[in-house]
């Protein structure tokens, strides 16, 4: 029926160090509908958060857009070039993030099954980032992330995985 939802982010850099986070929170007011279908009062909510830090391994830093309230691309000073010795930008990040879907919402979706905890995500990120030239960029990523949830059957689960990708943008 309704839904009210709240966040709070920020930012910091400083030469070639960045720091940003996030938290924010959704609770829902769920249709009467799917309530009836439920012993329990249904208005579920979930939450999560997370930090990402960096750092530039070569003489560059994340450009902060303050009139448009975003970062804008990484521009290197001194893009690759075989000829001149240019190697472009290169980055070391890392990231925590949190997921919580309370238990109201997977009660919703188990239509009354009771549990605590149904669902949580906890990750984490590794990242080398190249940036060749403004327009250019590639991302080597090491994740992790561990499922939890009495409810959920990938309860315990861990997924690891390694990312590539490269991204052109003009």
């Known amino acids: 029926e309704s839904d009210r939802s709240w966040g709070l982010e920020g930012a910091a850099v400083y030469r070639r160090f960045s720091v940003q986070g996030e938290y924010s929170e959704?609770?829902?007011?769920?249709?009467?509908?799917?309530?009836?279908m439920s012993t329990r009062s249904l208005n579920p909510d979930y939450s999560g958060w997370y930090v990402f830090g960096s750092v530039f391994l070569t003489d560059d830093m994340r450009n902060?857009?303050?009139?448009?309230?975003?970062?804008?691309?990484v521009k290197p000073n001194n893009p690759f070039d075989i000829k001149n010795g240019g190697?472009?930008?290169?980055?070391?990040?890392?990231?925590?993030?949190?997921?919580?879907?309370?238990?109201?919402?997977?009660?919703l979706l188990a239509a009354g099954h009771d549990c605590d905890k149904c669902g949580d995500e906890e990750g984490w990120t590794l990242a080398l980032n190249w940036y060749p030239t403004a327009y250019t960029r590639?991302?080597?990523?090491?994740?992790?992330?561990?499922i939890g949830g009495a409810f959920n059957d990938n309860d315990g689960a861990g997924i690891d995985g390694f990312g590539l990708?490269?991204?052109?943008?003009w």
């Open 87 to 107: 190697w472009g930008a290169w980055e070391v990040a890392g990231r925590w993030q949190s997921v919580d879907v309370g238990a109201e919402a997977s009660a």
């Open 64 to 73: 902060y857009e303050t009139k448009k309230g975003k970062f804008g691309r």
């Open 138 to 146: 590639l991302m080597f990523n090491v994740i992790g992330t561990d």
């Open 26 to 36: 959704l609770e829902s007011d769920v249709p009467h509908y799917y309530k009836s």
């Open 165 to 169: 990708r490269g991204q052109i943008d």
